[in-house]
């Protein structure tokens, strides 16, 4: 069954600590995406990627880091410099206007 | 920046009636996209309209397009409750396969 896994489904994040949203596709789709969602909010991008080893800065891409060191993979890094990172995270990927969302983590700050 | 934006932002209605949801986006597009969200979850992908389009229907669901106004509805008939979620319309910035996403509008269905 091909798809987009996210993991994990919560996470919790302490104050100056740096965490790692997991995300993996095996669609074998070029382009992958993060997004954030706040409560009865939209989607704003953070970062996207067209191939691999590129990535270009969303809307929201400050105090987040990613890498995109294989096709399958695209880890979100929320950083100590984010200092609201409590929200909705979803991935995503797609390919010829296709697109695939995973199932989102939710993160919270202890 | 935000392309899509919904209206209204909540929609309550009974089991059976039916459910029409706005979405107006500023720029020119070659598609729309609809995409439902359930609580807590990922969203998953209700129907693609391109811009020489202007219906399109997808068993229950029938979504128009208007390029002259820059708008599109998305109508949900003989609503269920399992049709309680979050319903956005997305469009793709530039000539890139990145979506913006409107703010959503939050559907519930009353039994």
Not at chain 1, 52 to 73: C, H, L, M, P, T
Not at chain 1, 87 to 98: N, T, V, W
Not at chain 2, 52 to 61: A, I, V
């Amino acid at each position: 069954d091909g798809g987009i896994t996210q993991s994990p489904k919560y996470l919790f994040r302490k104050e100056g600590q740096n965490v790692t949203l997991s995300c993996e596709q095996n669609l074998n789709h070029d382009a992958m995406y993060w997004y954030r969602q706040d409560p009865g909010q939209g989607l704003r991008l953070i970062y996207y990627s067209q191939i691999v080893n590129d990535f270009q800065k969303g809307d929201i891409a400050e105090g987040y880091s990613v890498s995109r060191e294989k096709k399958e993979s695209f880890p979100l890094t929320v950083t100590s410099a984010q200092k609201n990172p409590t929200a909705f995270y979803l991935c995503a990927s797609s390919i010829d206007r296709s697109v695939v969302f995973g199932s989102g983590t939710q993160l919270s700050v202890l | 920046s935000q392309q899509g934006e919904e209206d209204p932002q909540a929609l309550s209605i009974q089991e059976g009636e039916n459910a029409t949801m706005n979405c107006s986006y500023k720029t020119s597009i070659n598609n729309l996209q609809w995409y439902r969200q359930n609580s807590g979850r990922g969203l998953v992908h209700l129907i693609l309209i391109r811009s020489n389009e202007r219906e399109k229907h997808s068993g229950r669901l029938r979504v128009t397009l208007d390029t002259s106004k820059k708008s599109s509805s998305l109508l949900i008939t003989a609503s269920r409750a399992a049709d309680t979620a979050s319903y956005f319309c997305a469009t793709p910035e530039g000539g890139s396969e990145k979506l913006v996403f409107g703010k959503g509008t939050k559907l519930t269905v009353n039994p």
